[in-house]
């Protein structure tokens, strides 16, 4: 059965704190992994990752994938109180269907 | 549309009462997906649809839980007889590809309740 653990469950920093956001997994065939933020409504898409070692960027957002290790980071540099969400890590394999498998999650709260 | 629209929003049900959520995925997305999130949960797989083919129904909790997408495009999650356990957030997200790794977009959800 596919895995997905994602940590620390939650976190409280305070503005302009660096935060990292971990996720490992256990899955057949991996495809790929997915880094959604999810606030008080629809989980929104920040990444996909498919290839180790590259990273990715979006403003003060950047994740990056370890396919040896089986697992990626999720770093917010600079953070503001827009960032408190609850950040949900996804993987997906081939073969069949590609059905993503999610983890807990992880609640950051920045503080002002 | 836009975006992945679901319907209701929120959903107060009584115990023993049967419930229907609808889905409305992206213009032209092939694949259409229904979670369960519970509270301080991740969402977890329910159902998977390519087209109008229901594909894997493996994450239903029981056969009070039903999904049909008759026409390939708007899908309806349908719960018998709701129970307390049954309170969670519906998501439903929709994808273009069939079976590669495209991102998957969610709607906000429907937030079921059952007193």
């Known amino acids: 059965e596919d895995k997905v653990v994602q940590s620390p469950l939650s976190l409280v920093v305070h503005e302009g704190d660096t935060v990292t956001l971990n996720c490992s997994y256990e899955?057949?065939?991996?495809?790929?992994l997915l880094w959604y933020k999810q606030e008080k409504k629809a989980p929104t898409f920040l990444f996909m990752l498919?290839?180790?070692?590259i990273e990715k960027k979006s403003g003060r957002l950047s994740s990056i994938l370890d396919k040896k290790e089986l697992f990626s980071i999720l770093n917010i540099t600079a953070t503001q109180t827009g960032d408190s969400a609850i950040y949900l890590c996804?993987?997906?394999?081939?073969?069949?269907?590609?059905?993503?498998?999610f983890g807990r999650g992880t609640s950051l709260i920045v503080h002002p | 549309g836009a975006g992945v629209s679901q319907s209701p929003r929120y959903k107060v049900a009584k115990r023993g009462q049967d419930v229907a959520l609808r889905c409305d995925p992206i213009s032209g997305h092939v694949s259409l997906f229904w979670y369960q999130q519970a509270l301080g949960q991740g969402p977890e797989f329910l159902t998977y649809f390519q087209n109008e083919a229901q594909l894997d129904k493996s994450g239903l909790p029981s056969d009070r839980f039903f999904a049909e997408r008759p026409e390939g495009s708007v899908s309806t999650l349908k719960i018998q007889r709701t129970q307390q356990e049954d309170s969670a957030v519906y998501l439903c997200?929709?994808?273009?590809?069939?079976?590669?790794?495209?991102?998957?977009?969610f709607g906000e959800g429907s937030w079921l309740t059952v007193v």
């Open positions: 996804a993987v997906g394999a081939s073969g069949g269907s590609y059905i993503p498998t």
């Open positions: 899955v057949t065939n991996f495809r790929s």
């Open positions: 498919t290839s180790s070692g």
């Open positions: 997200a929709s994808s273009l590809a069939r079976r590669s790794g495209n991102t998957i977009y």
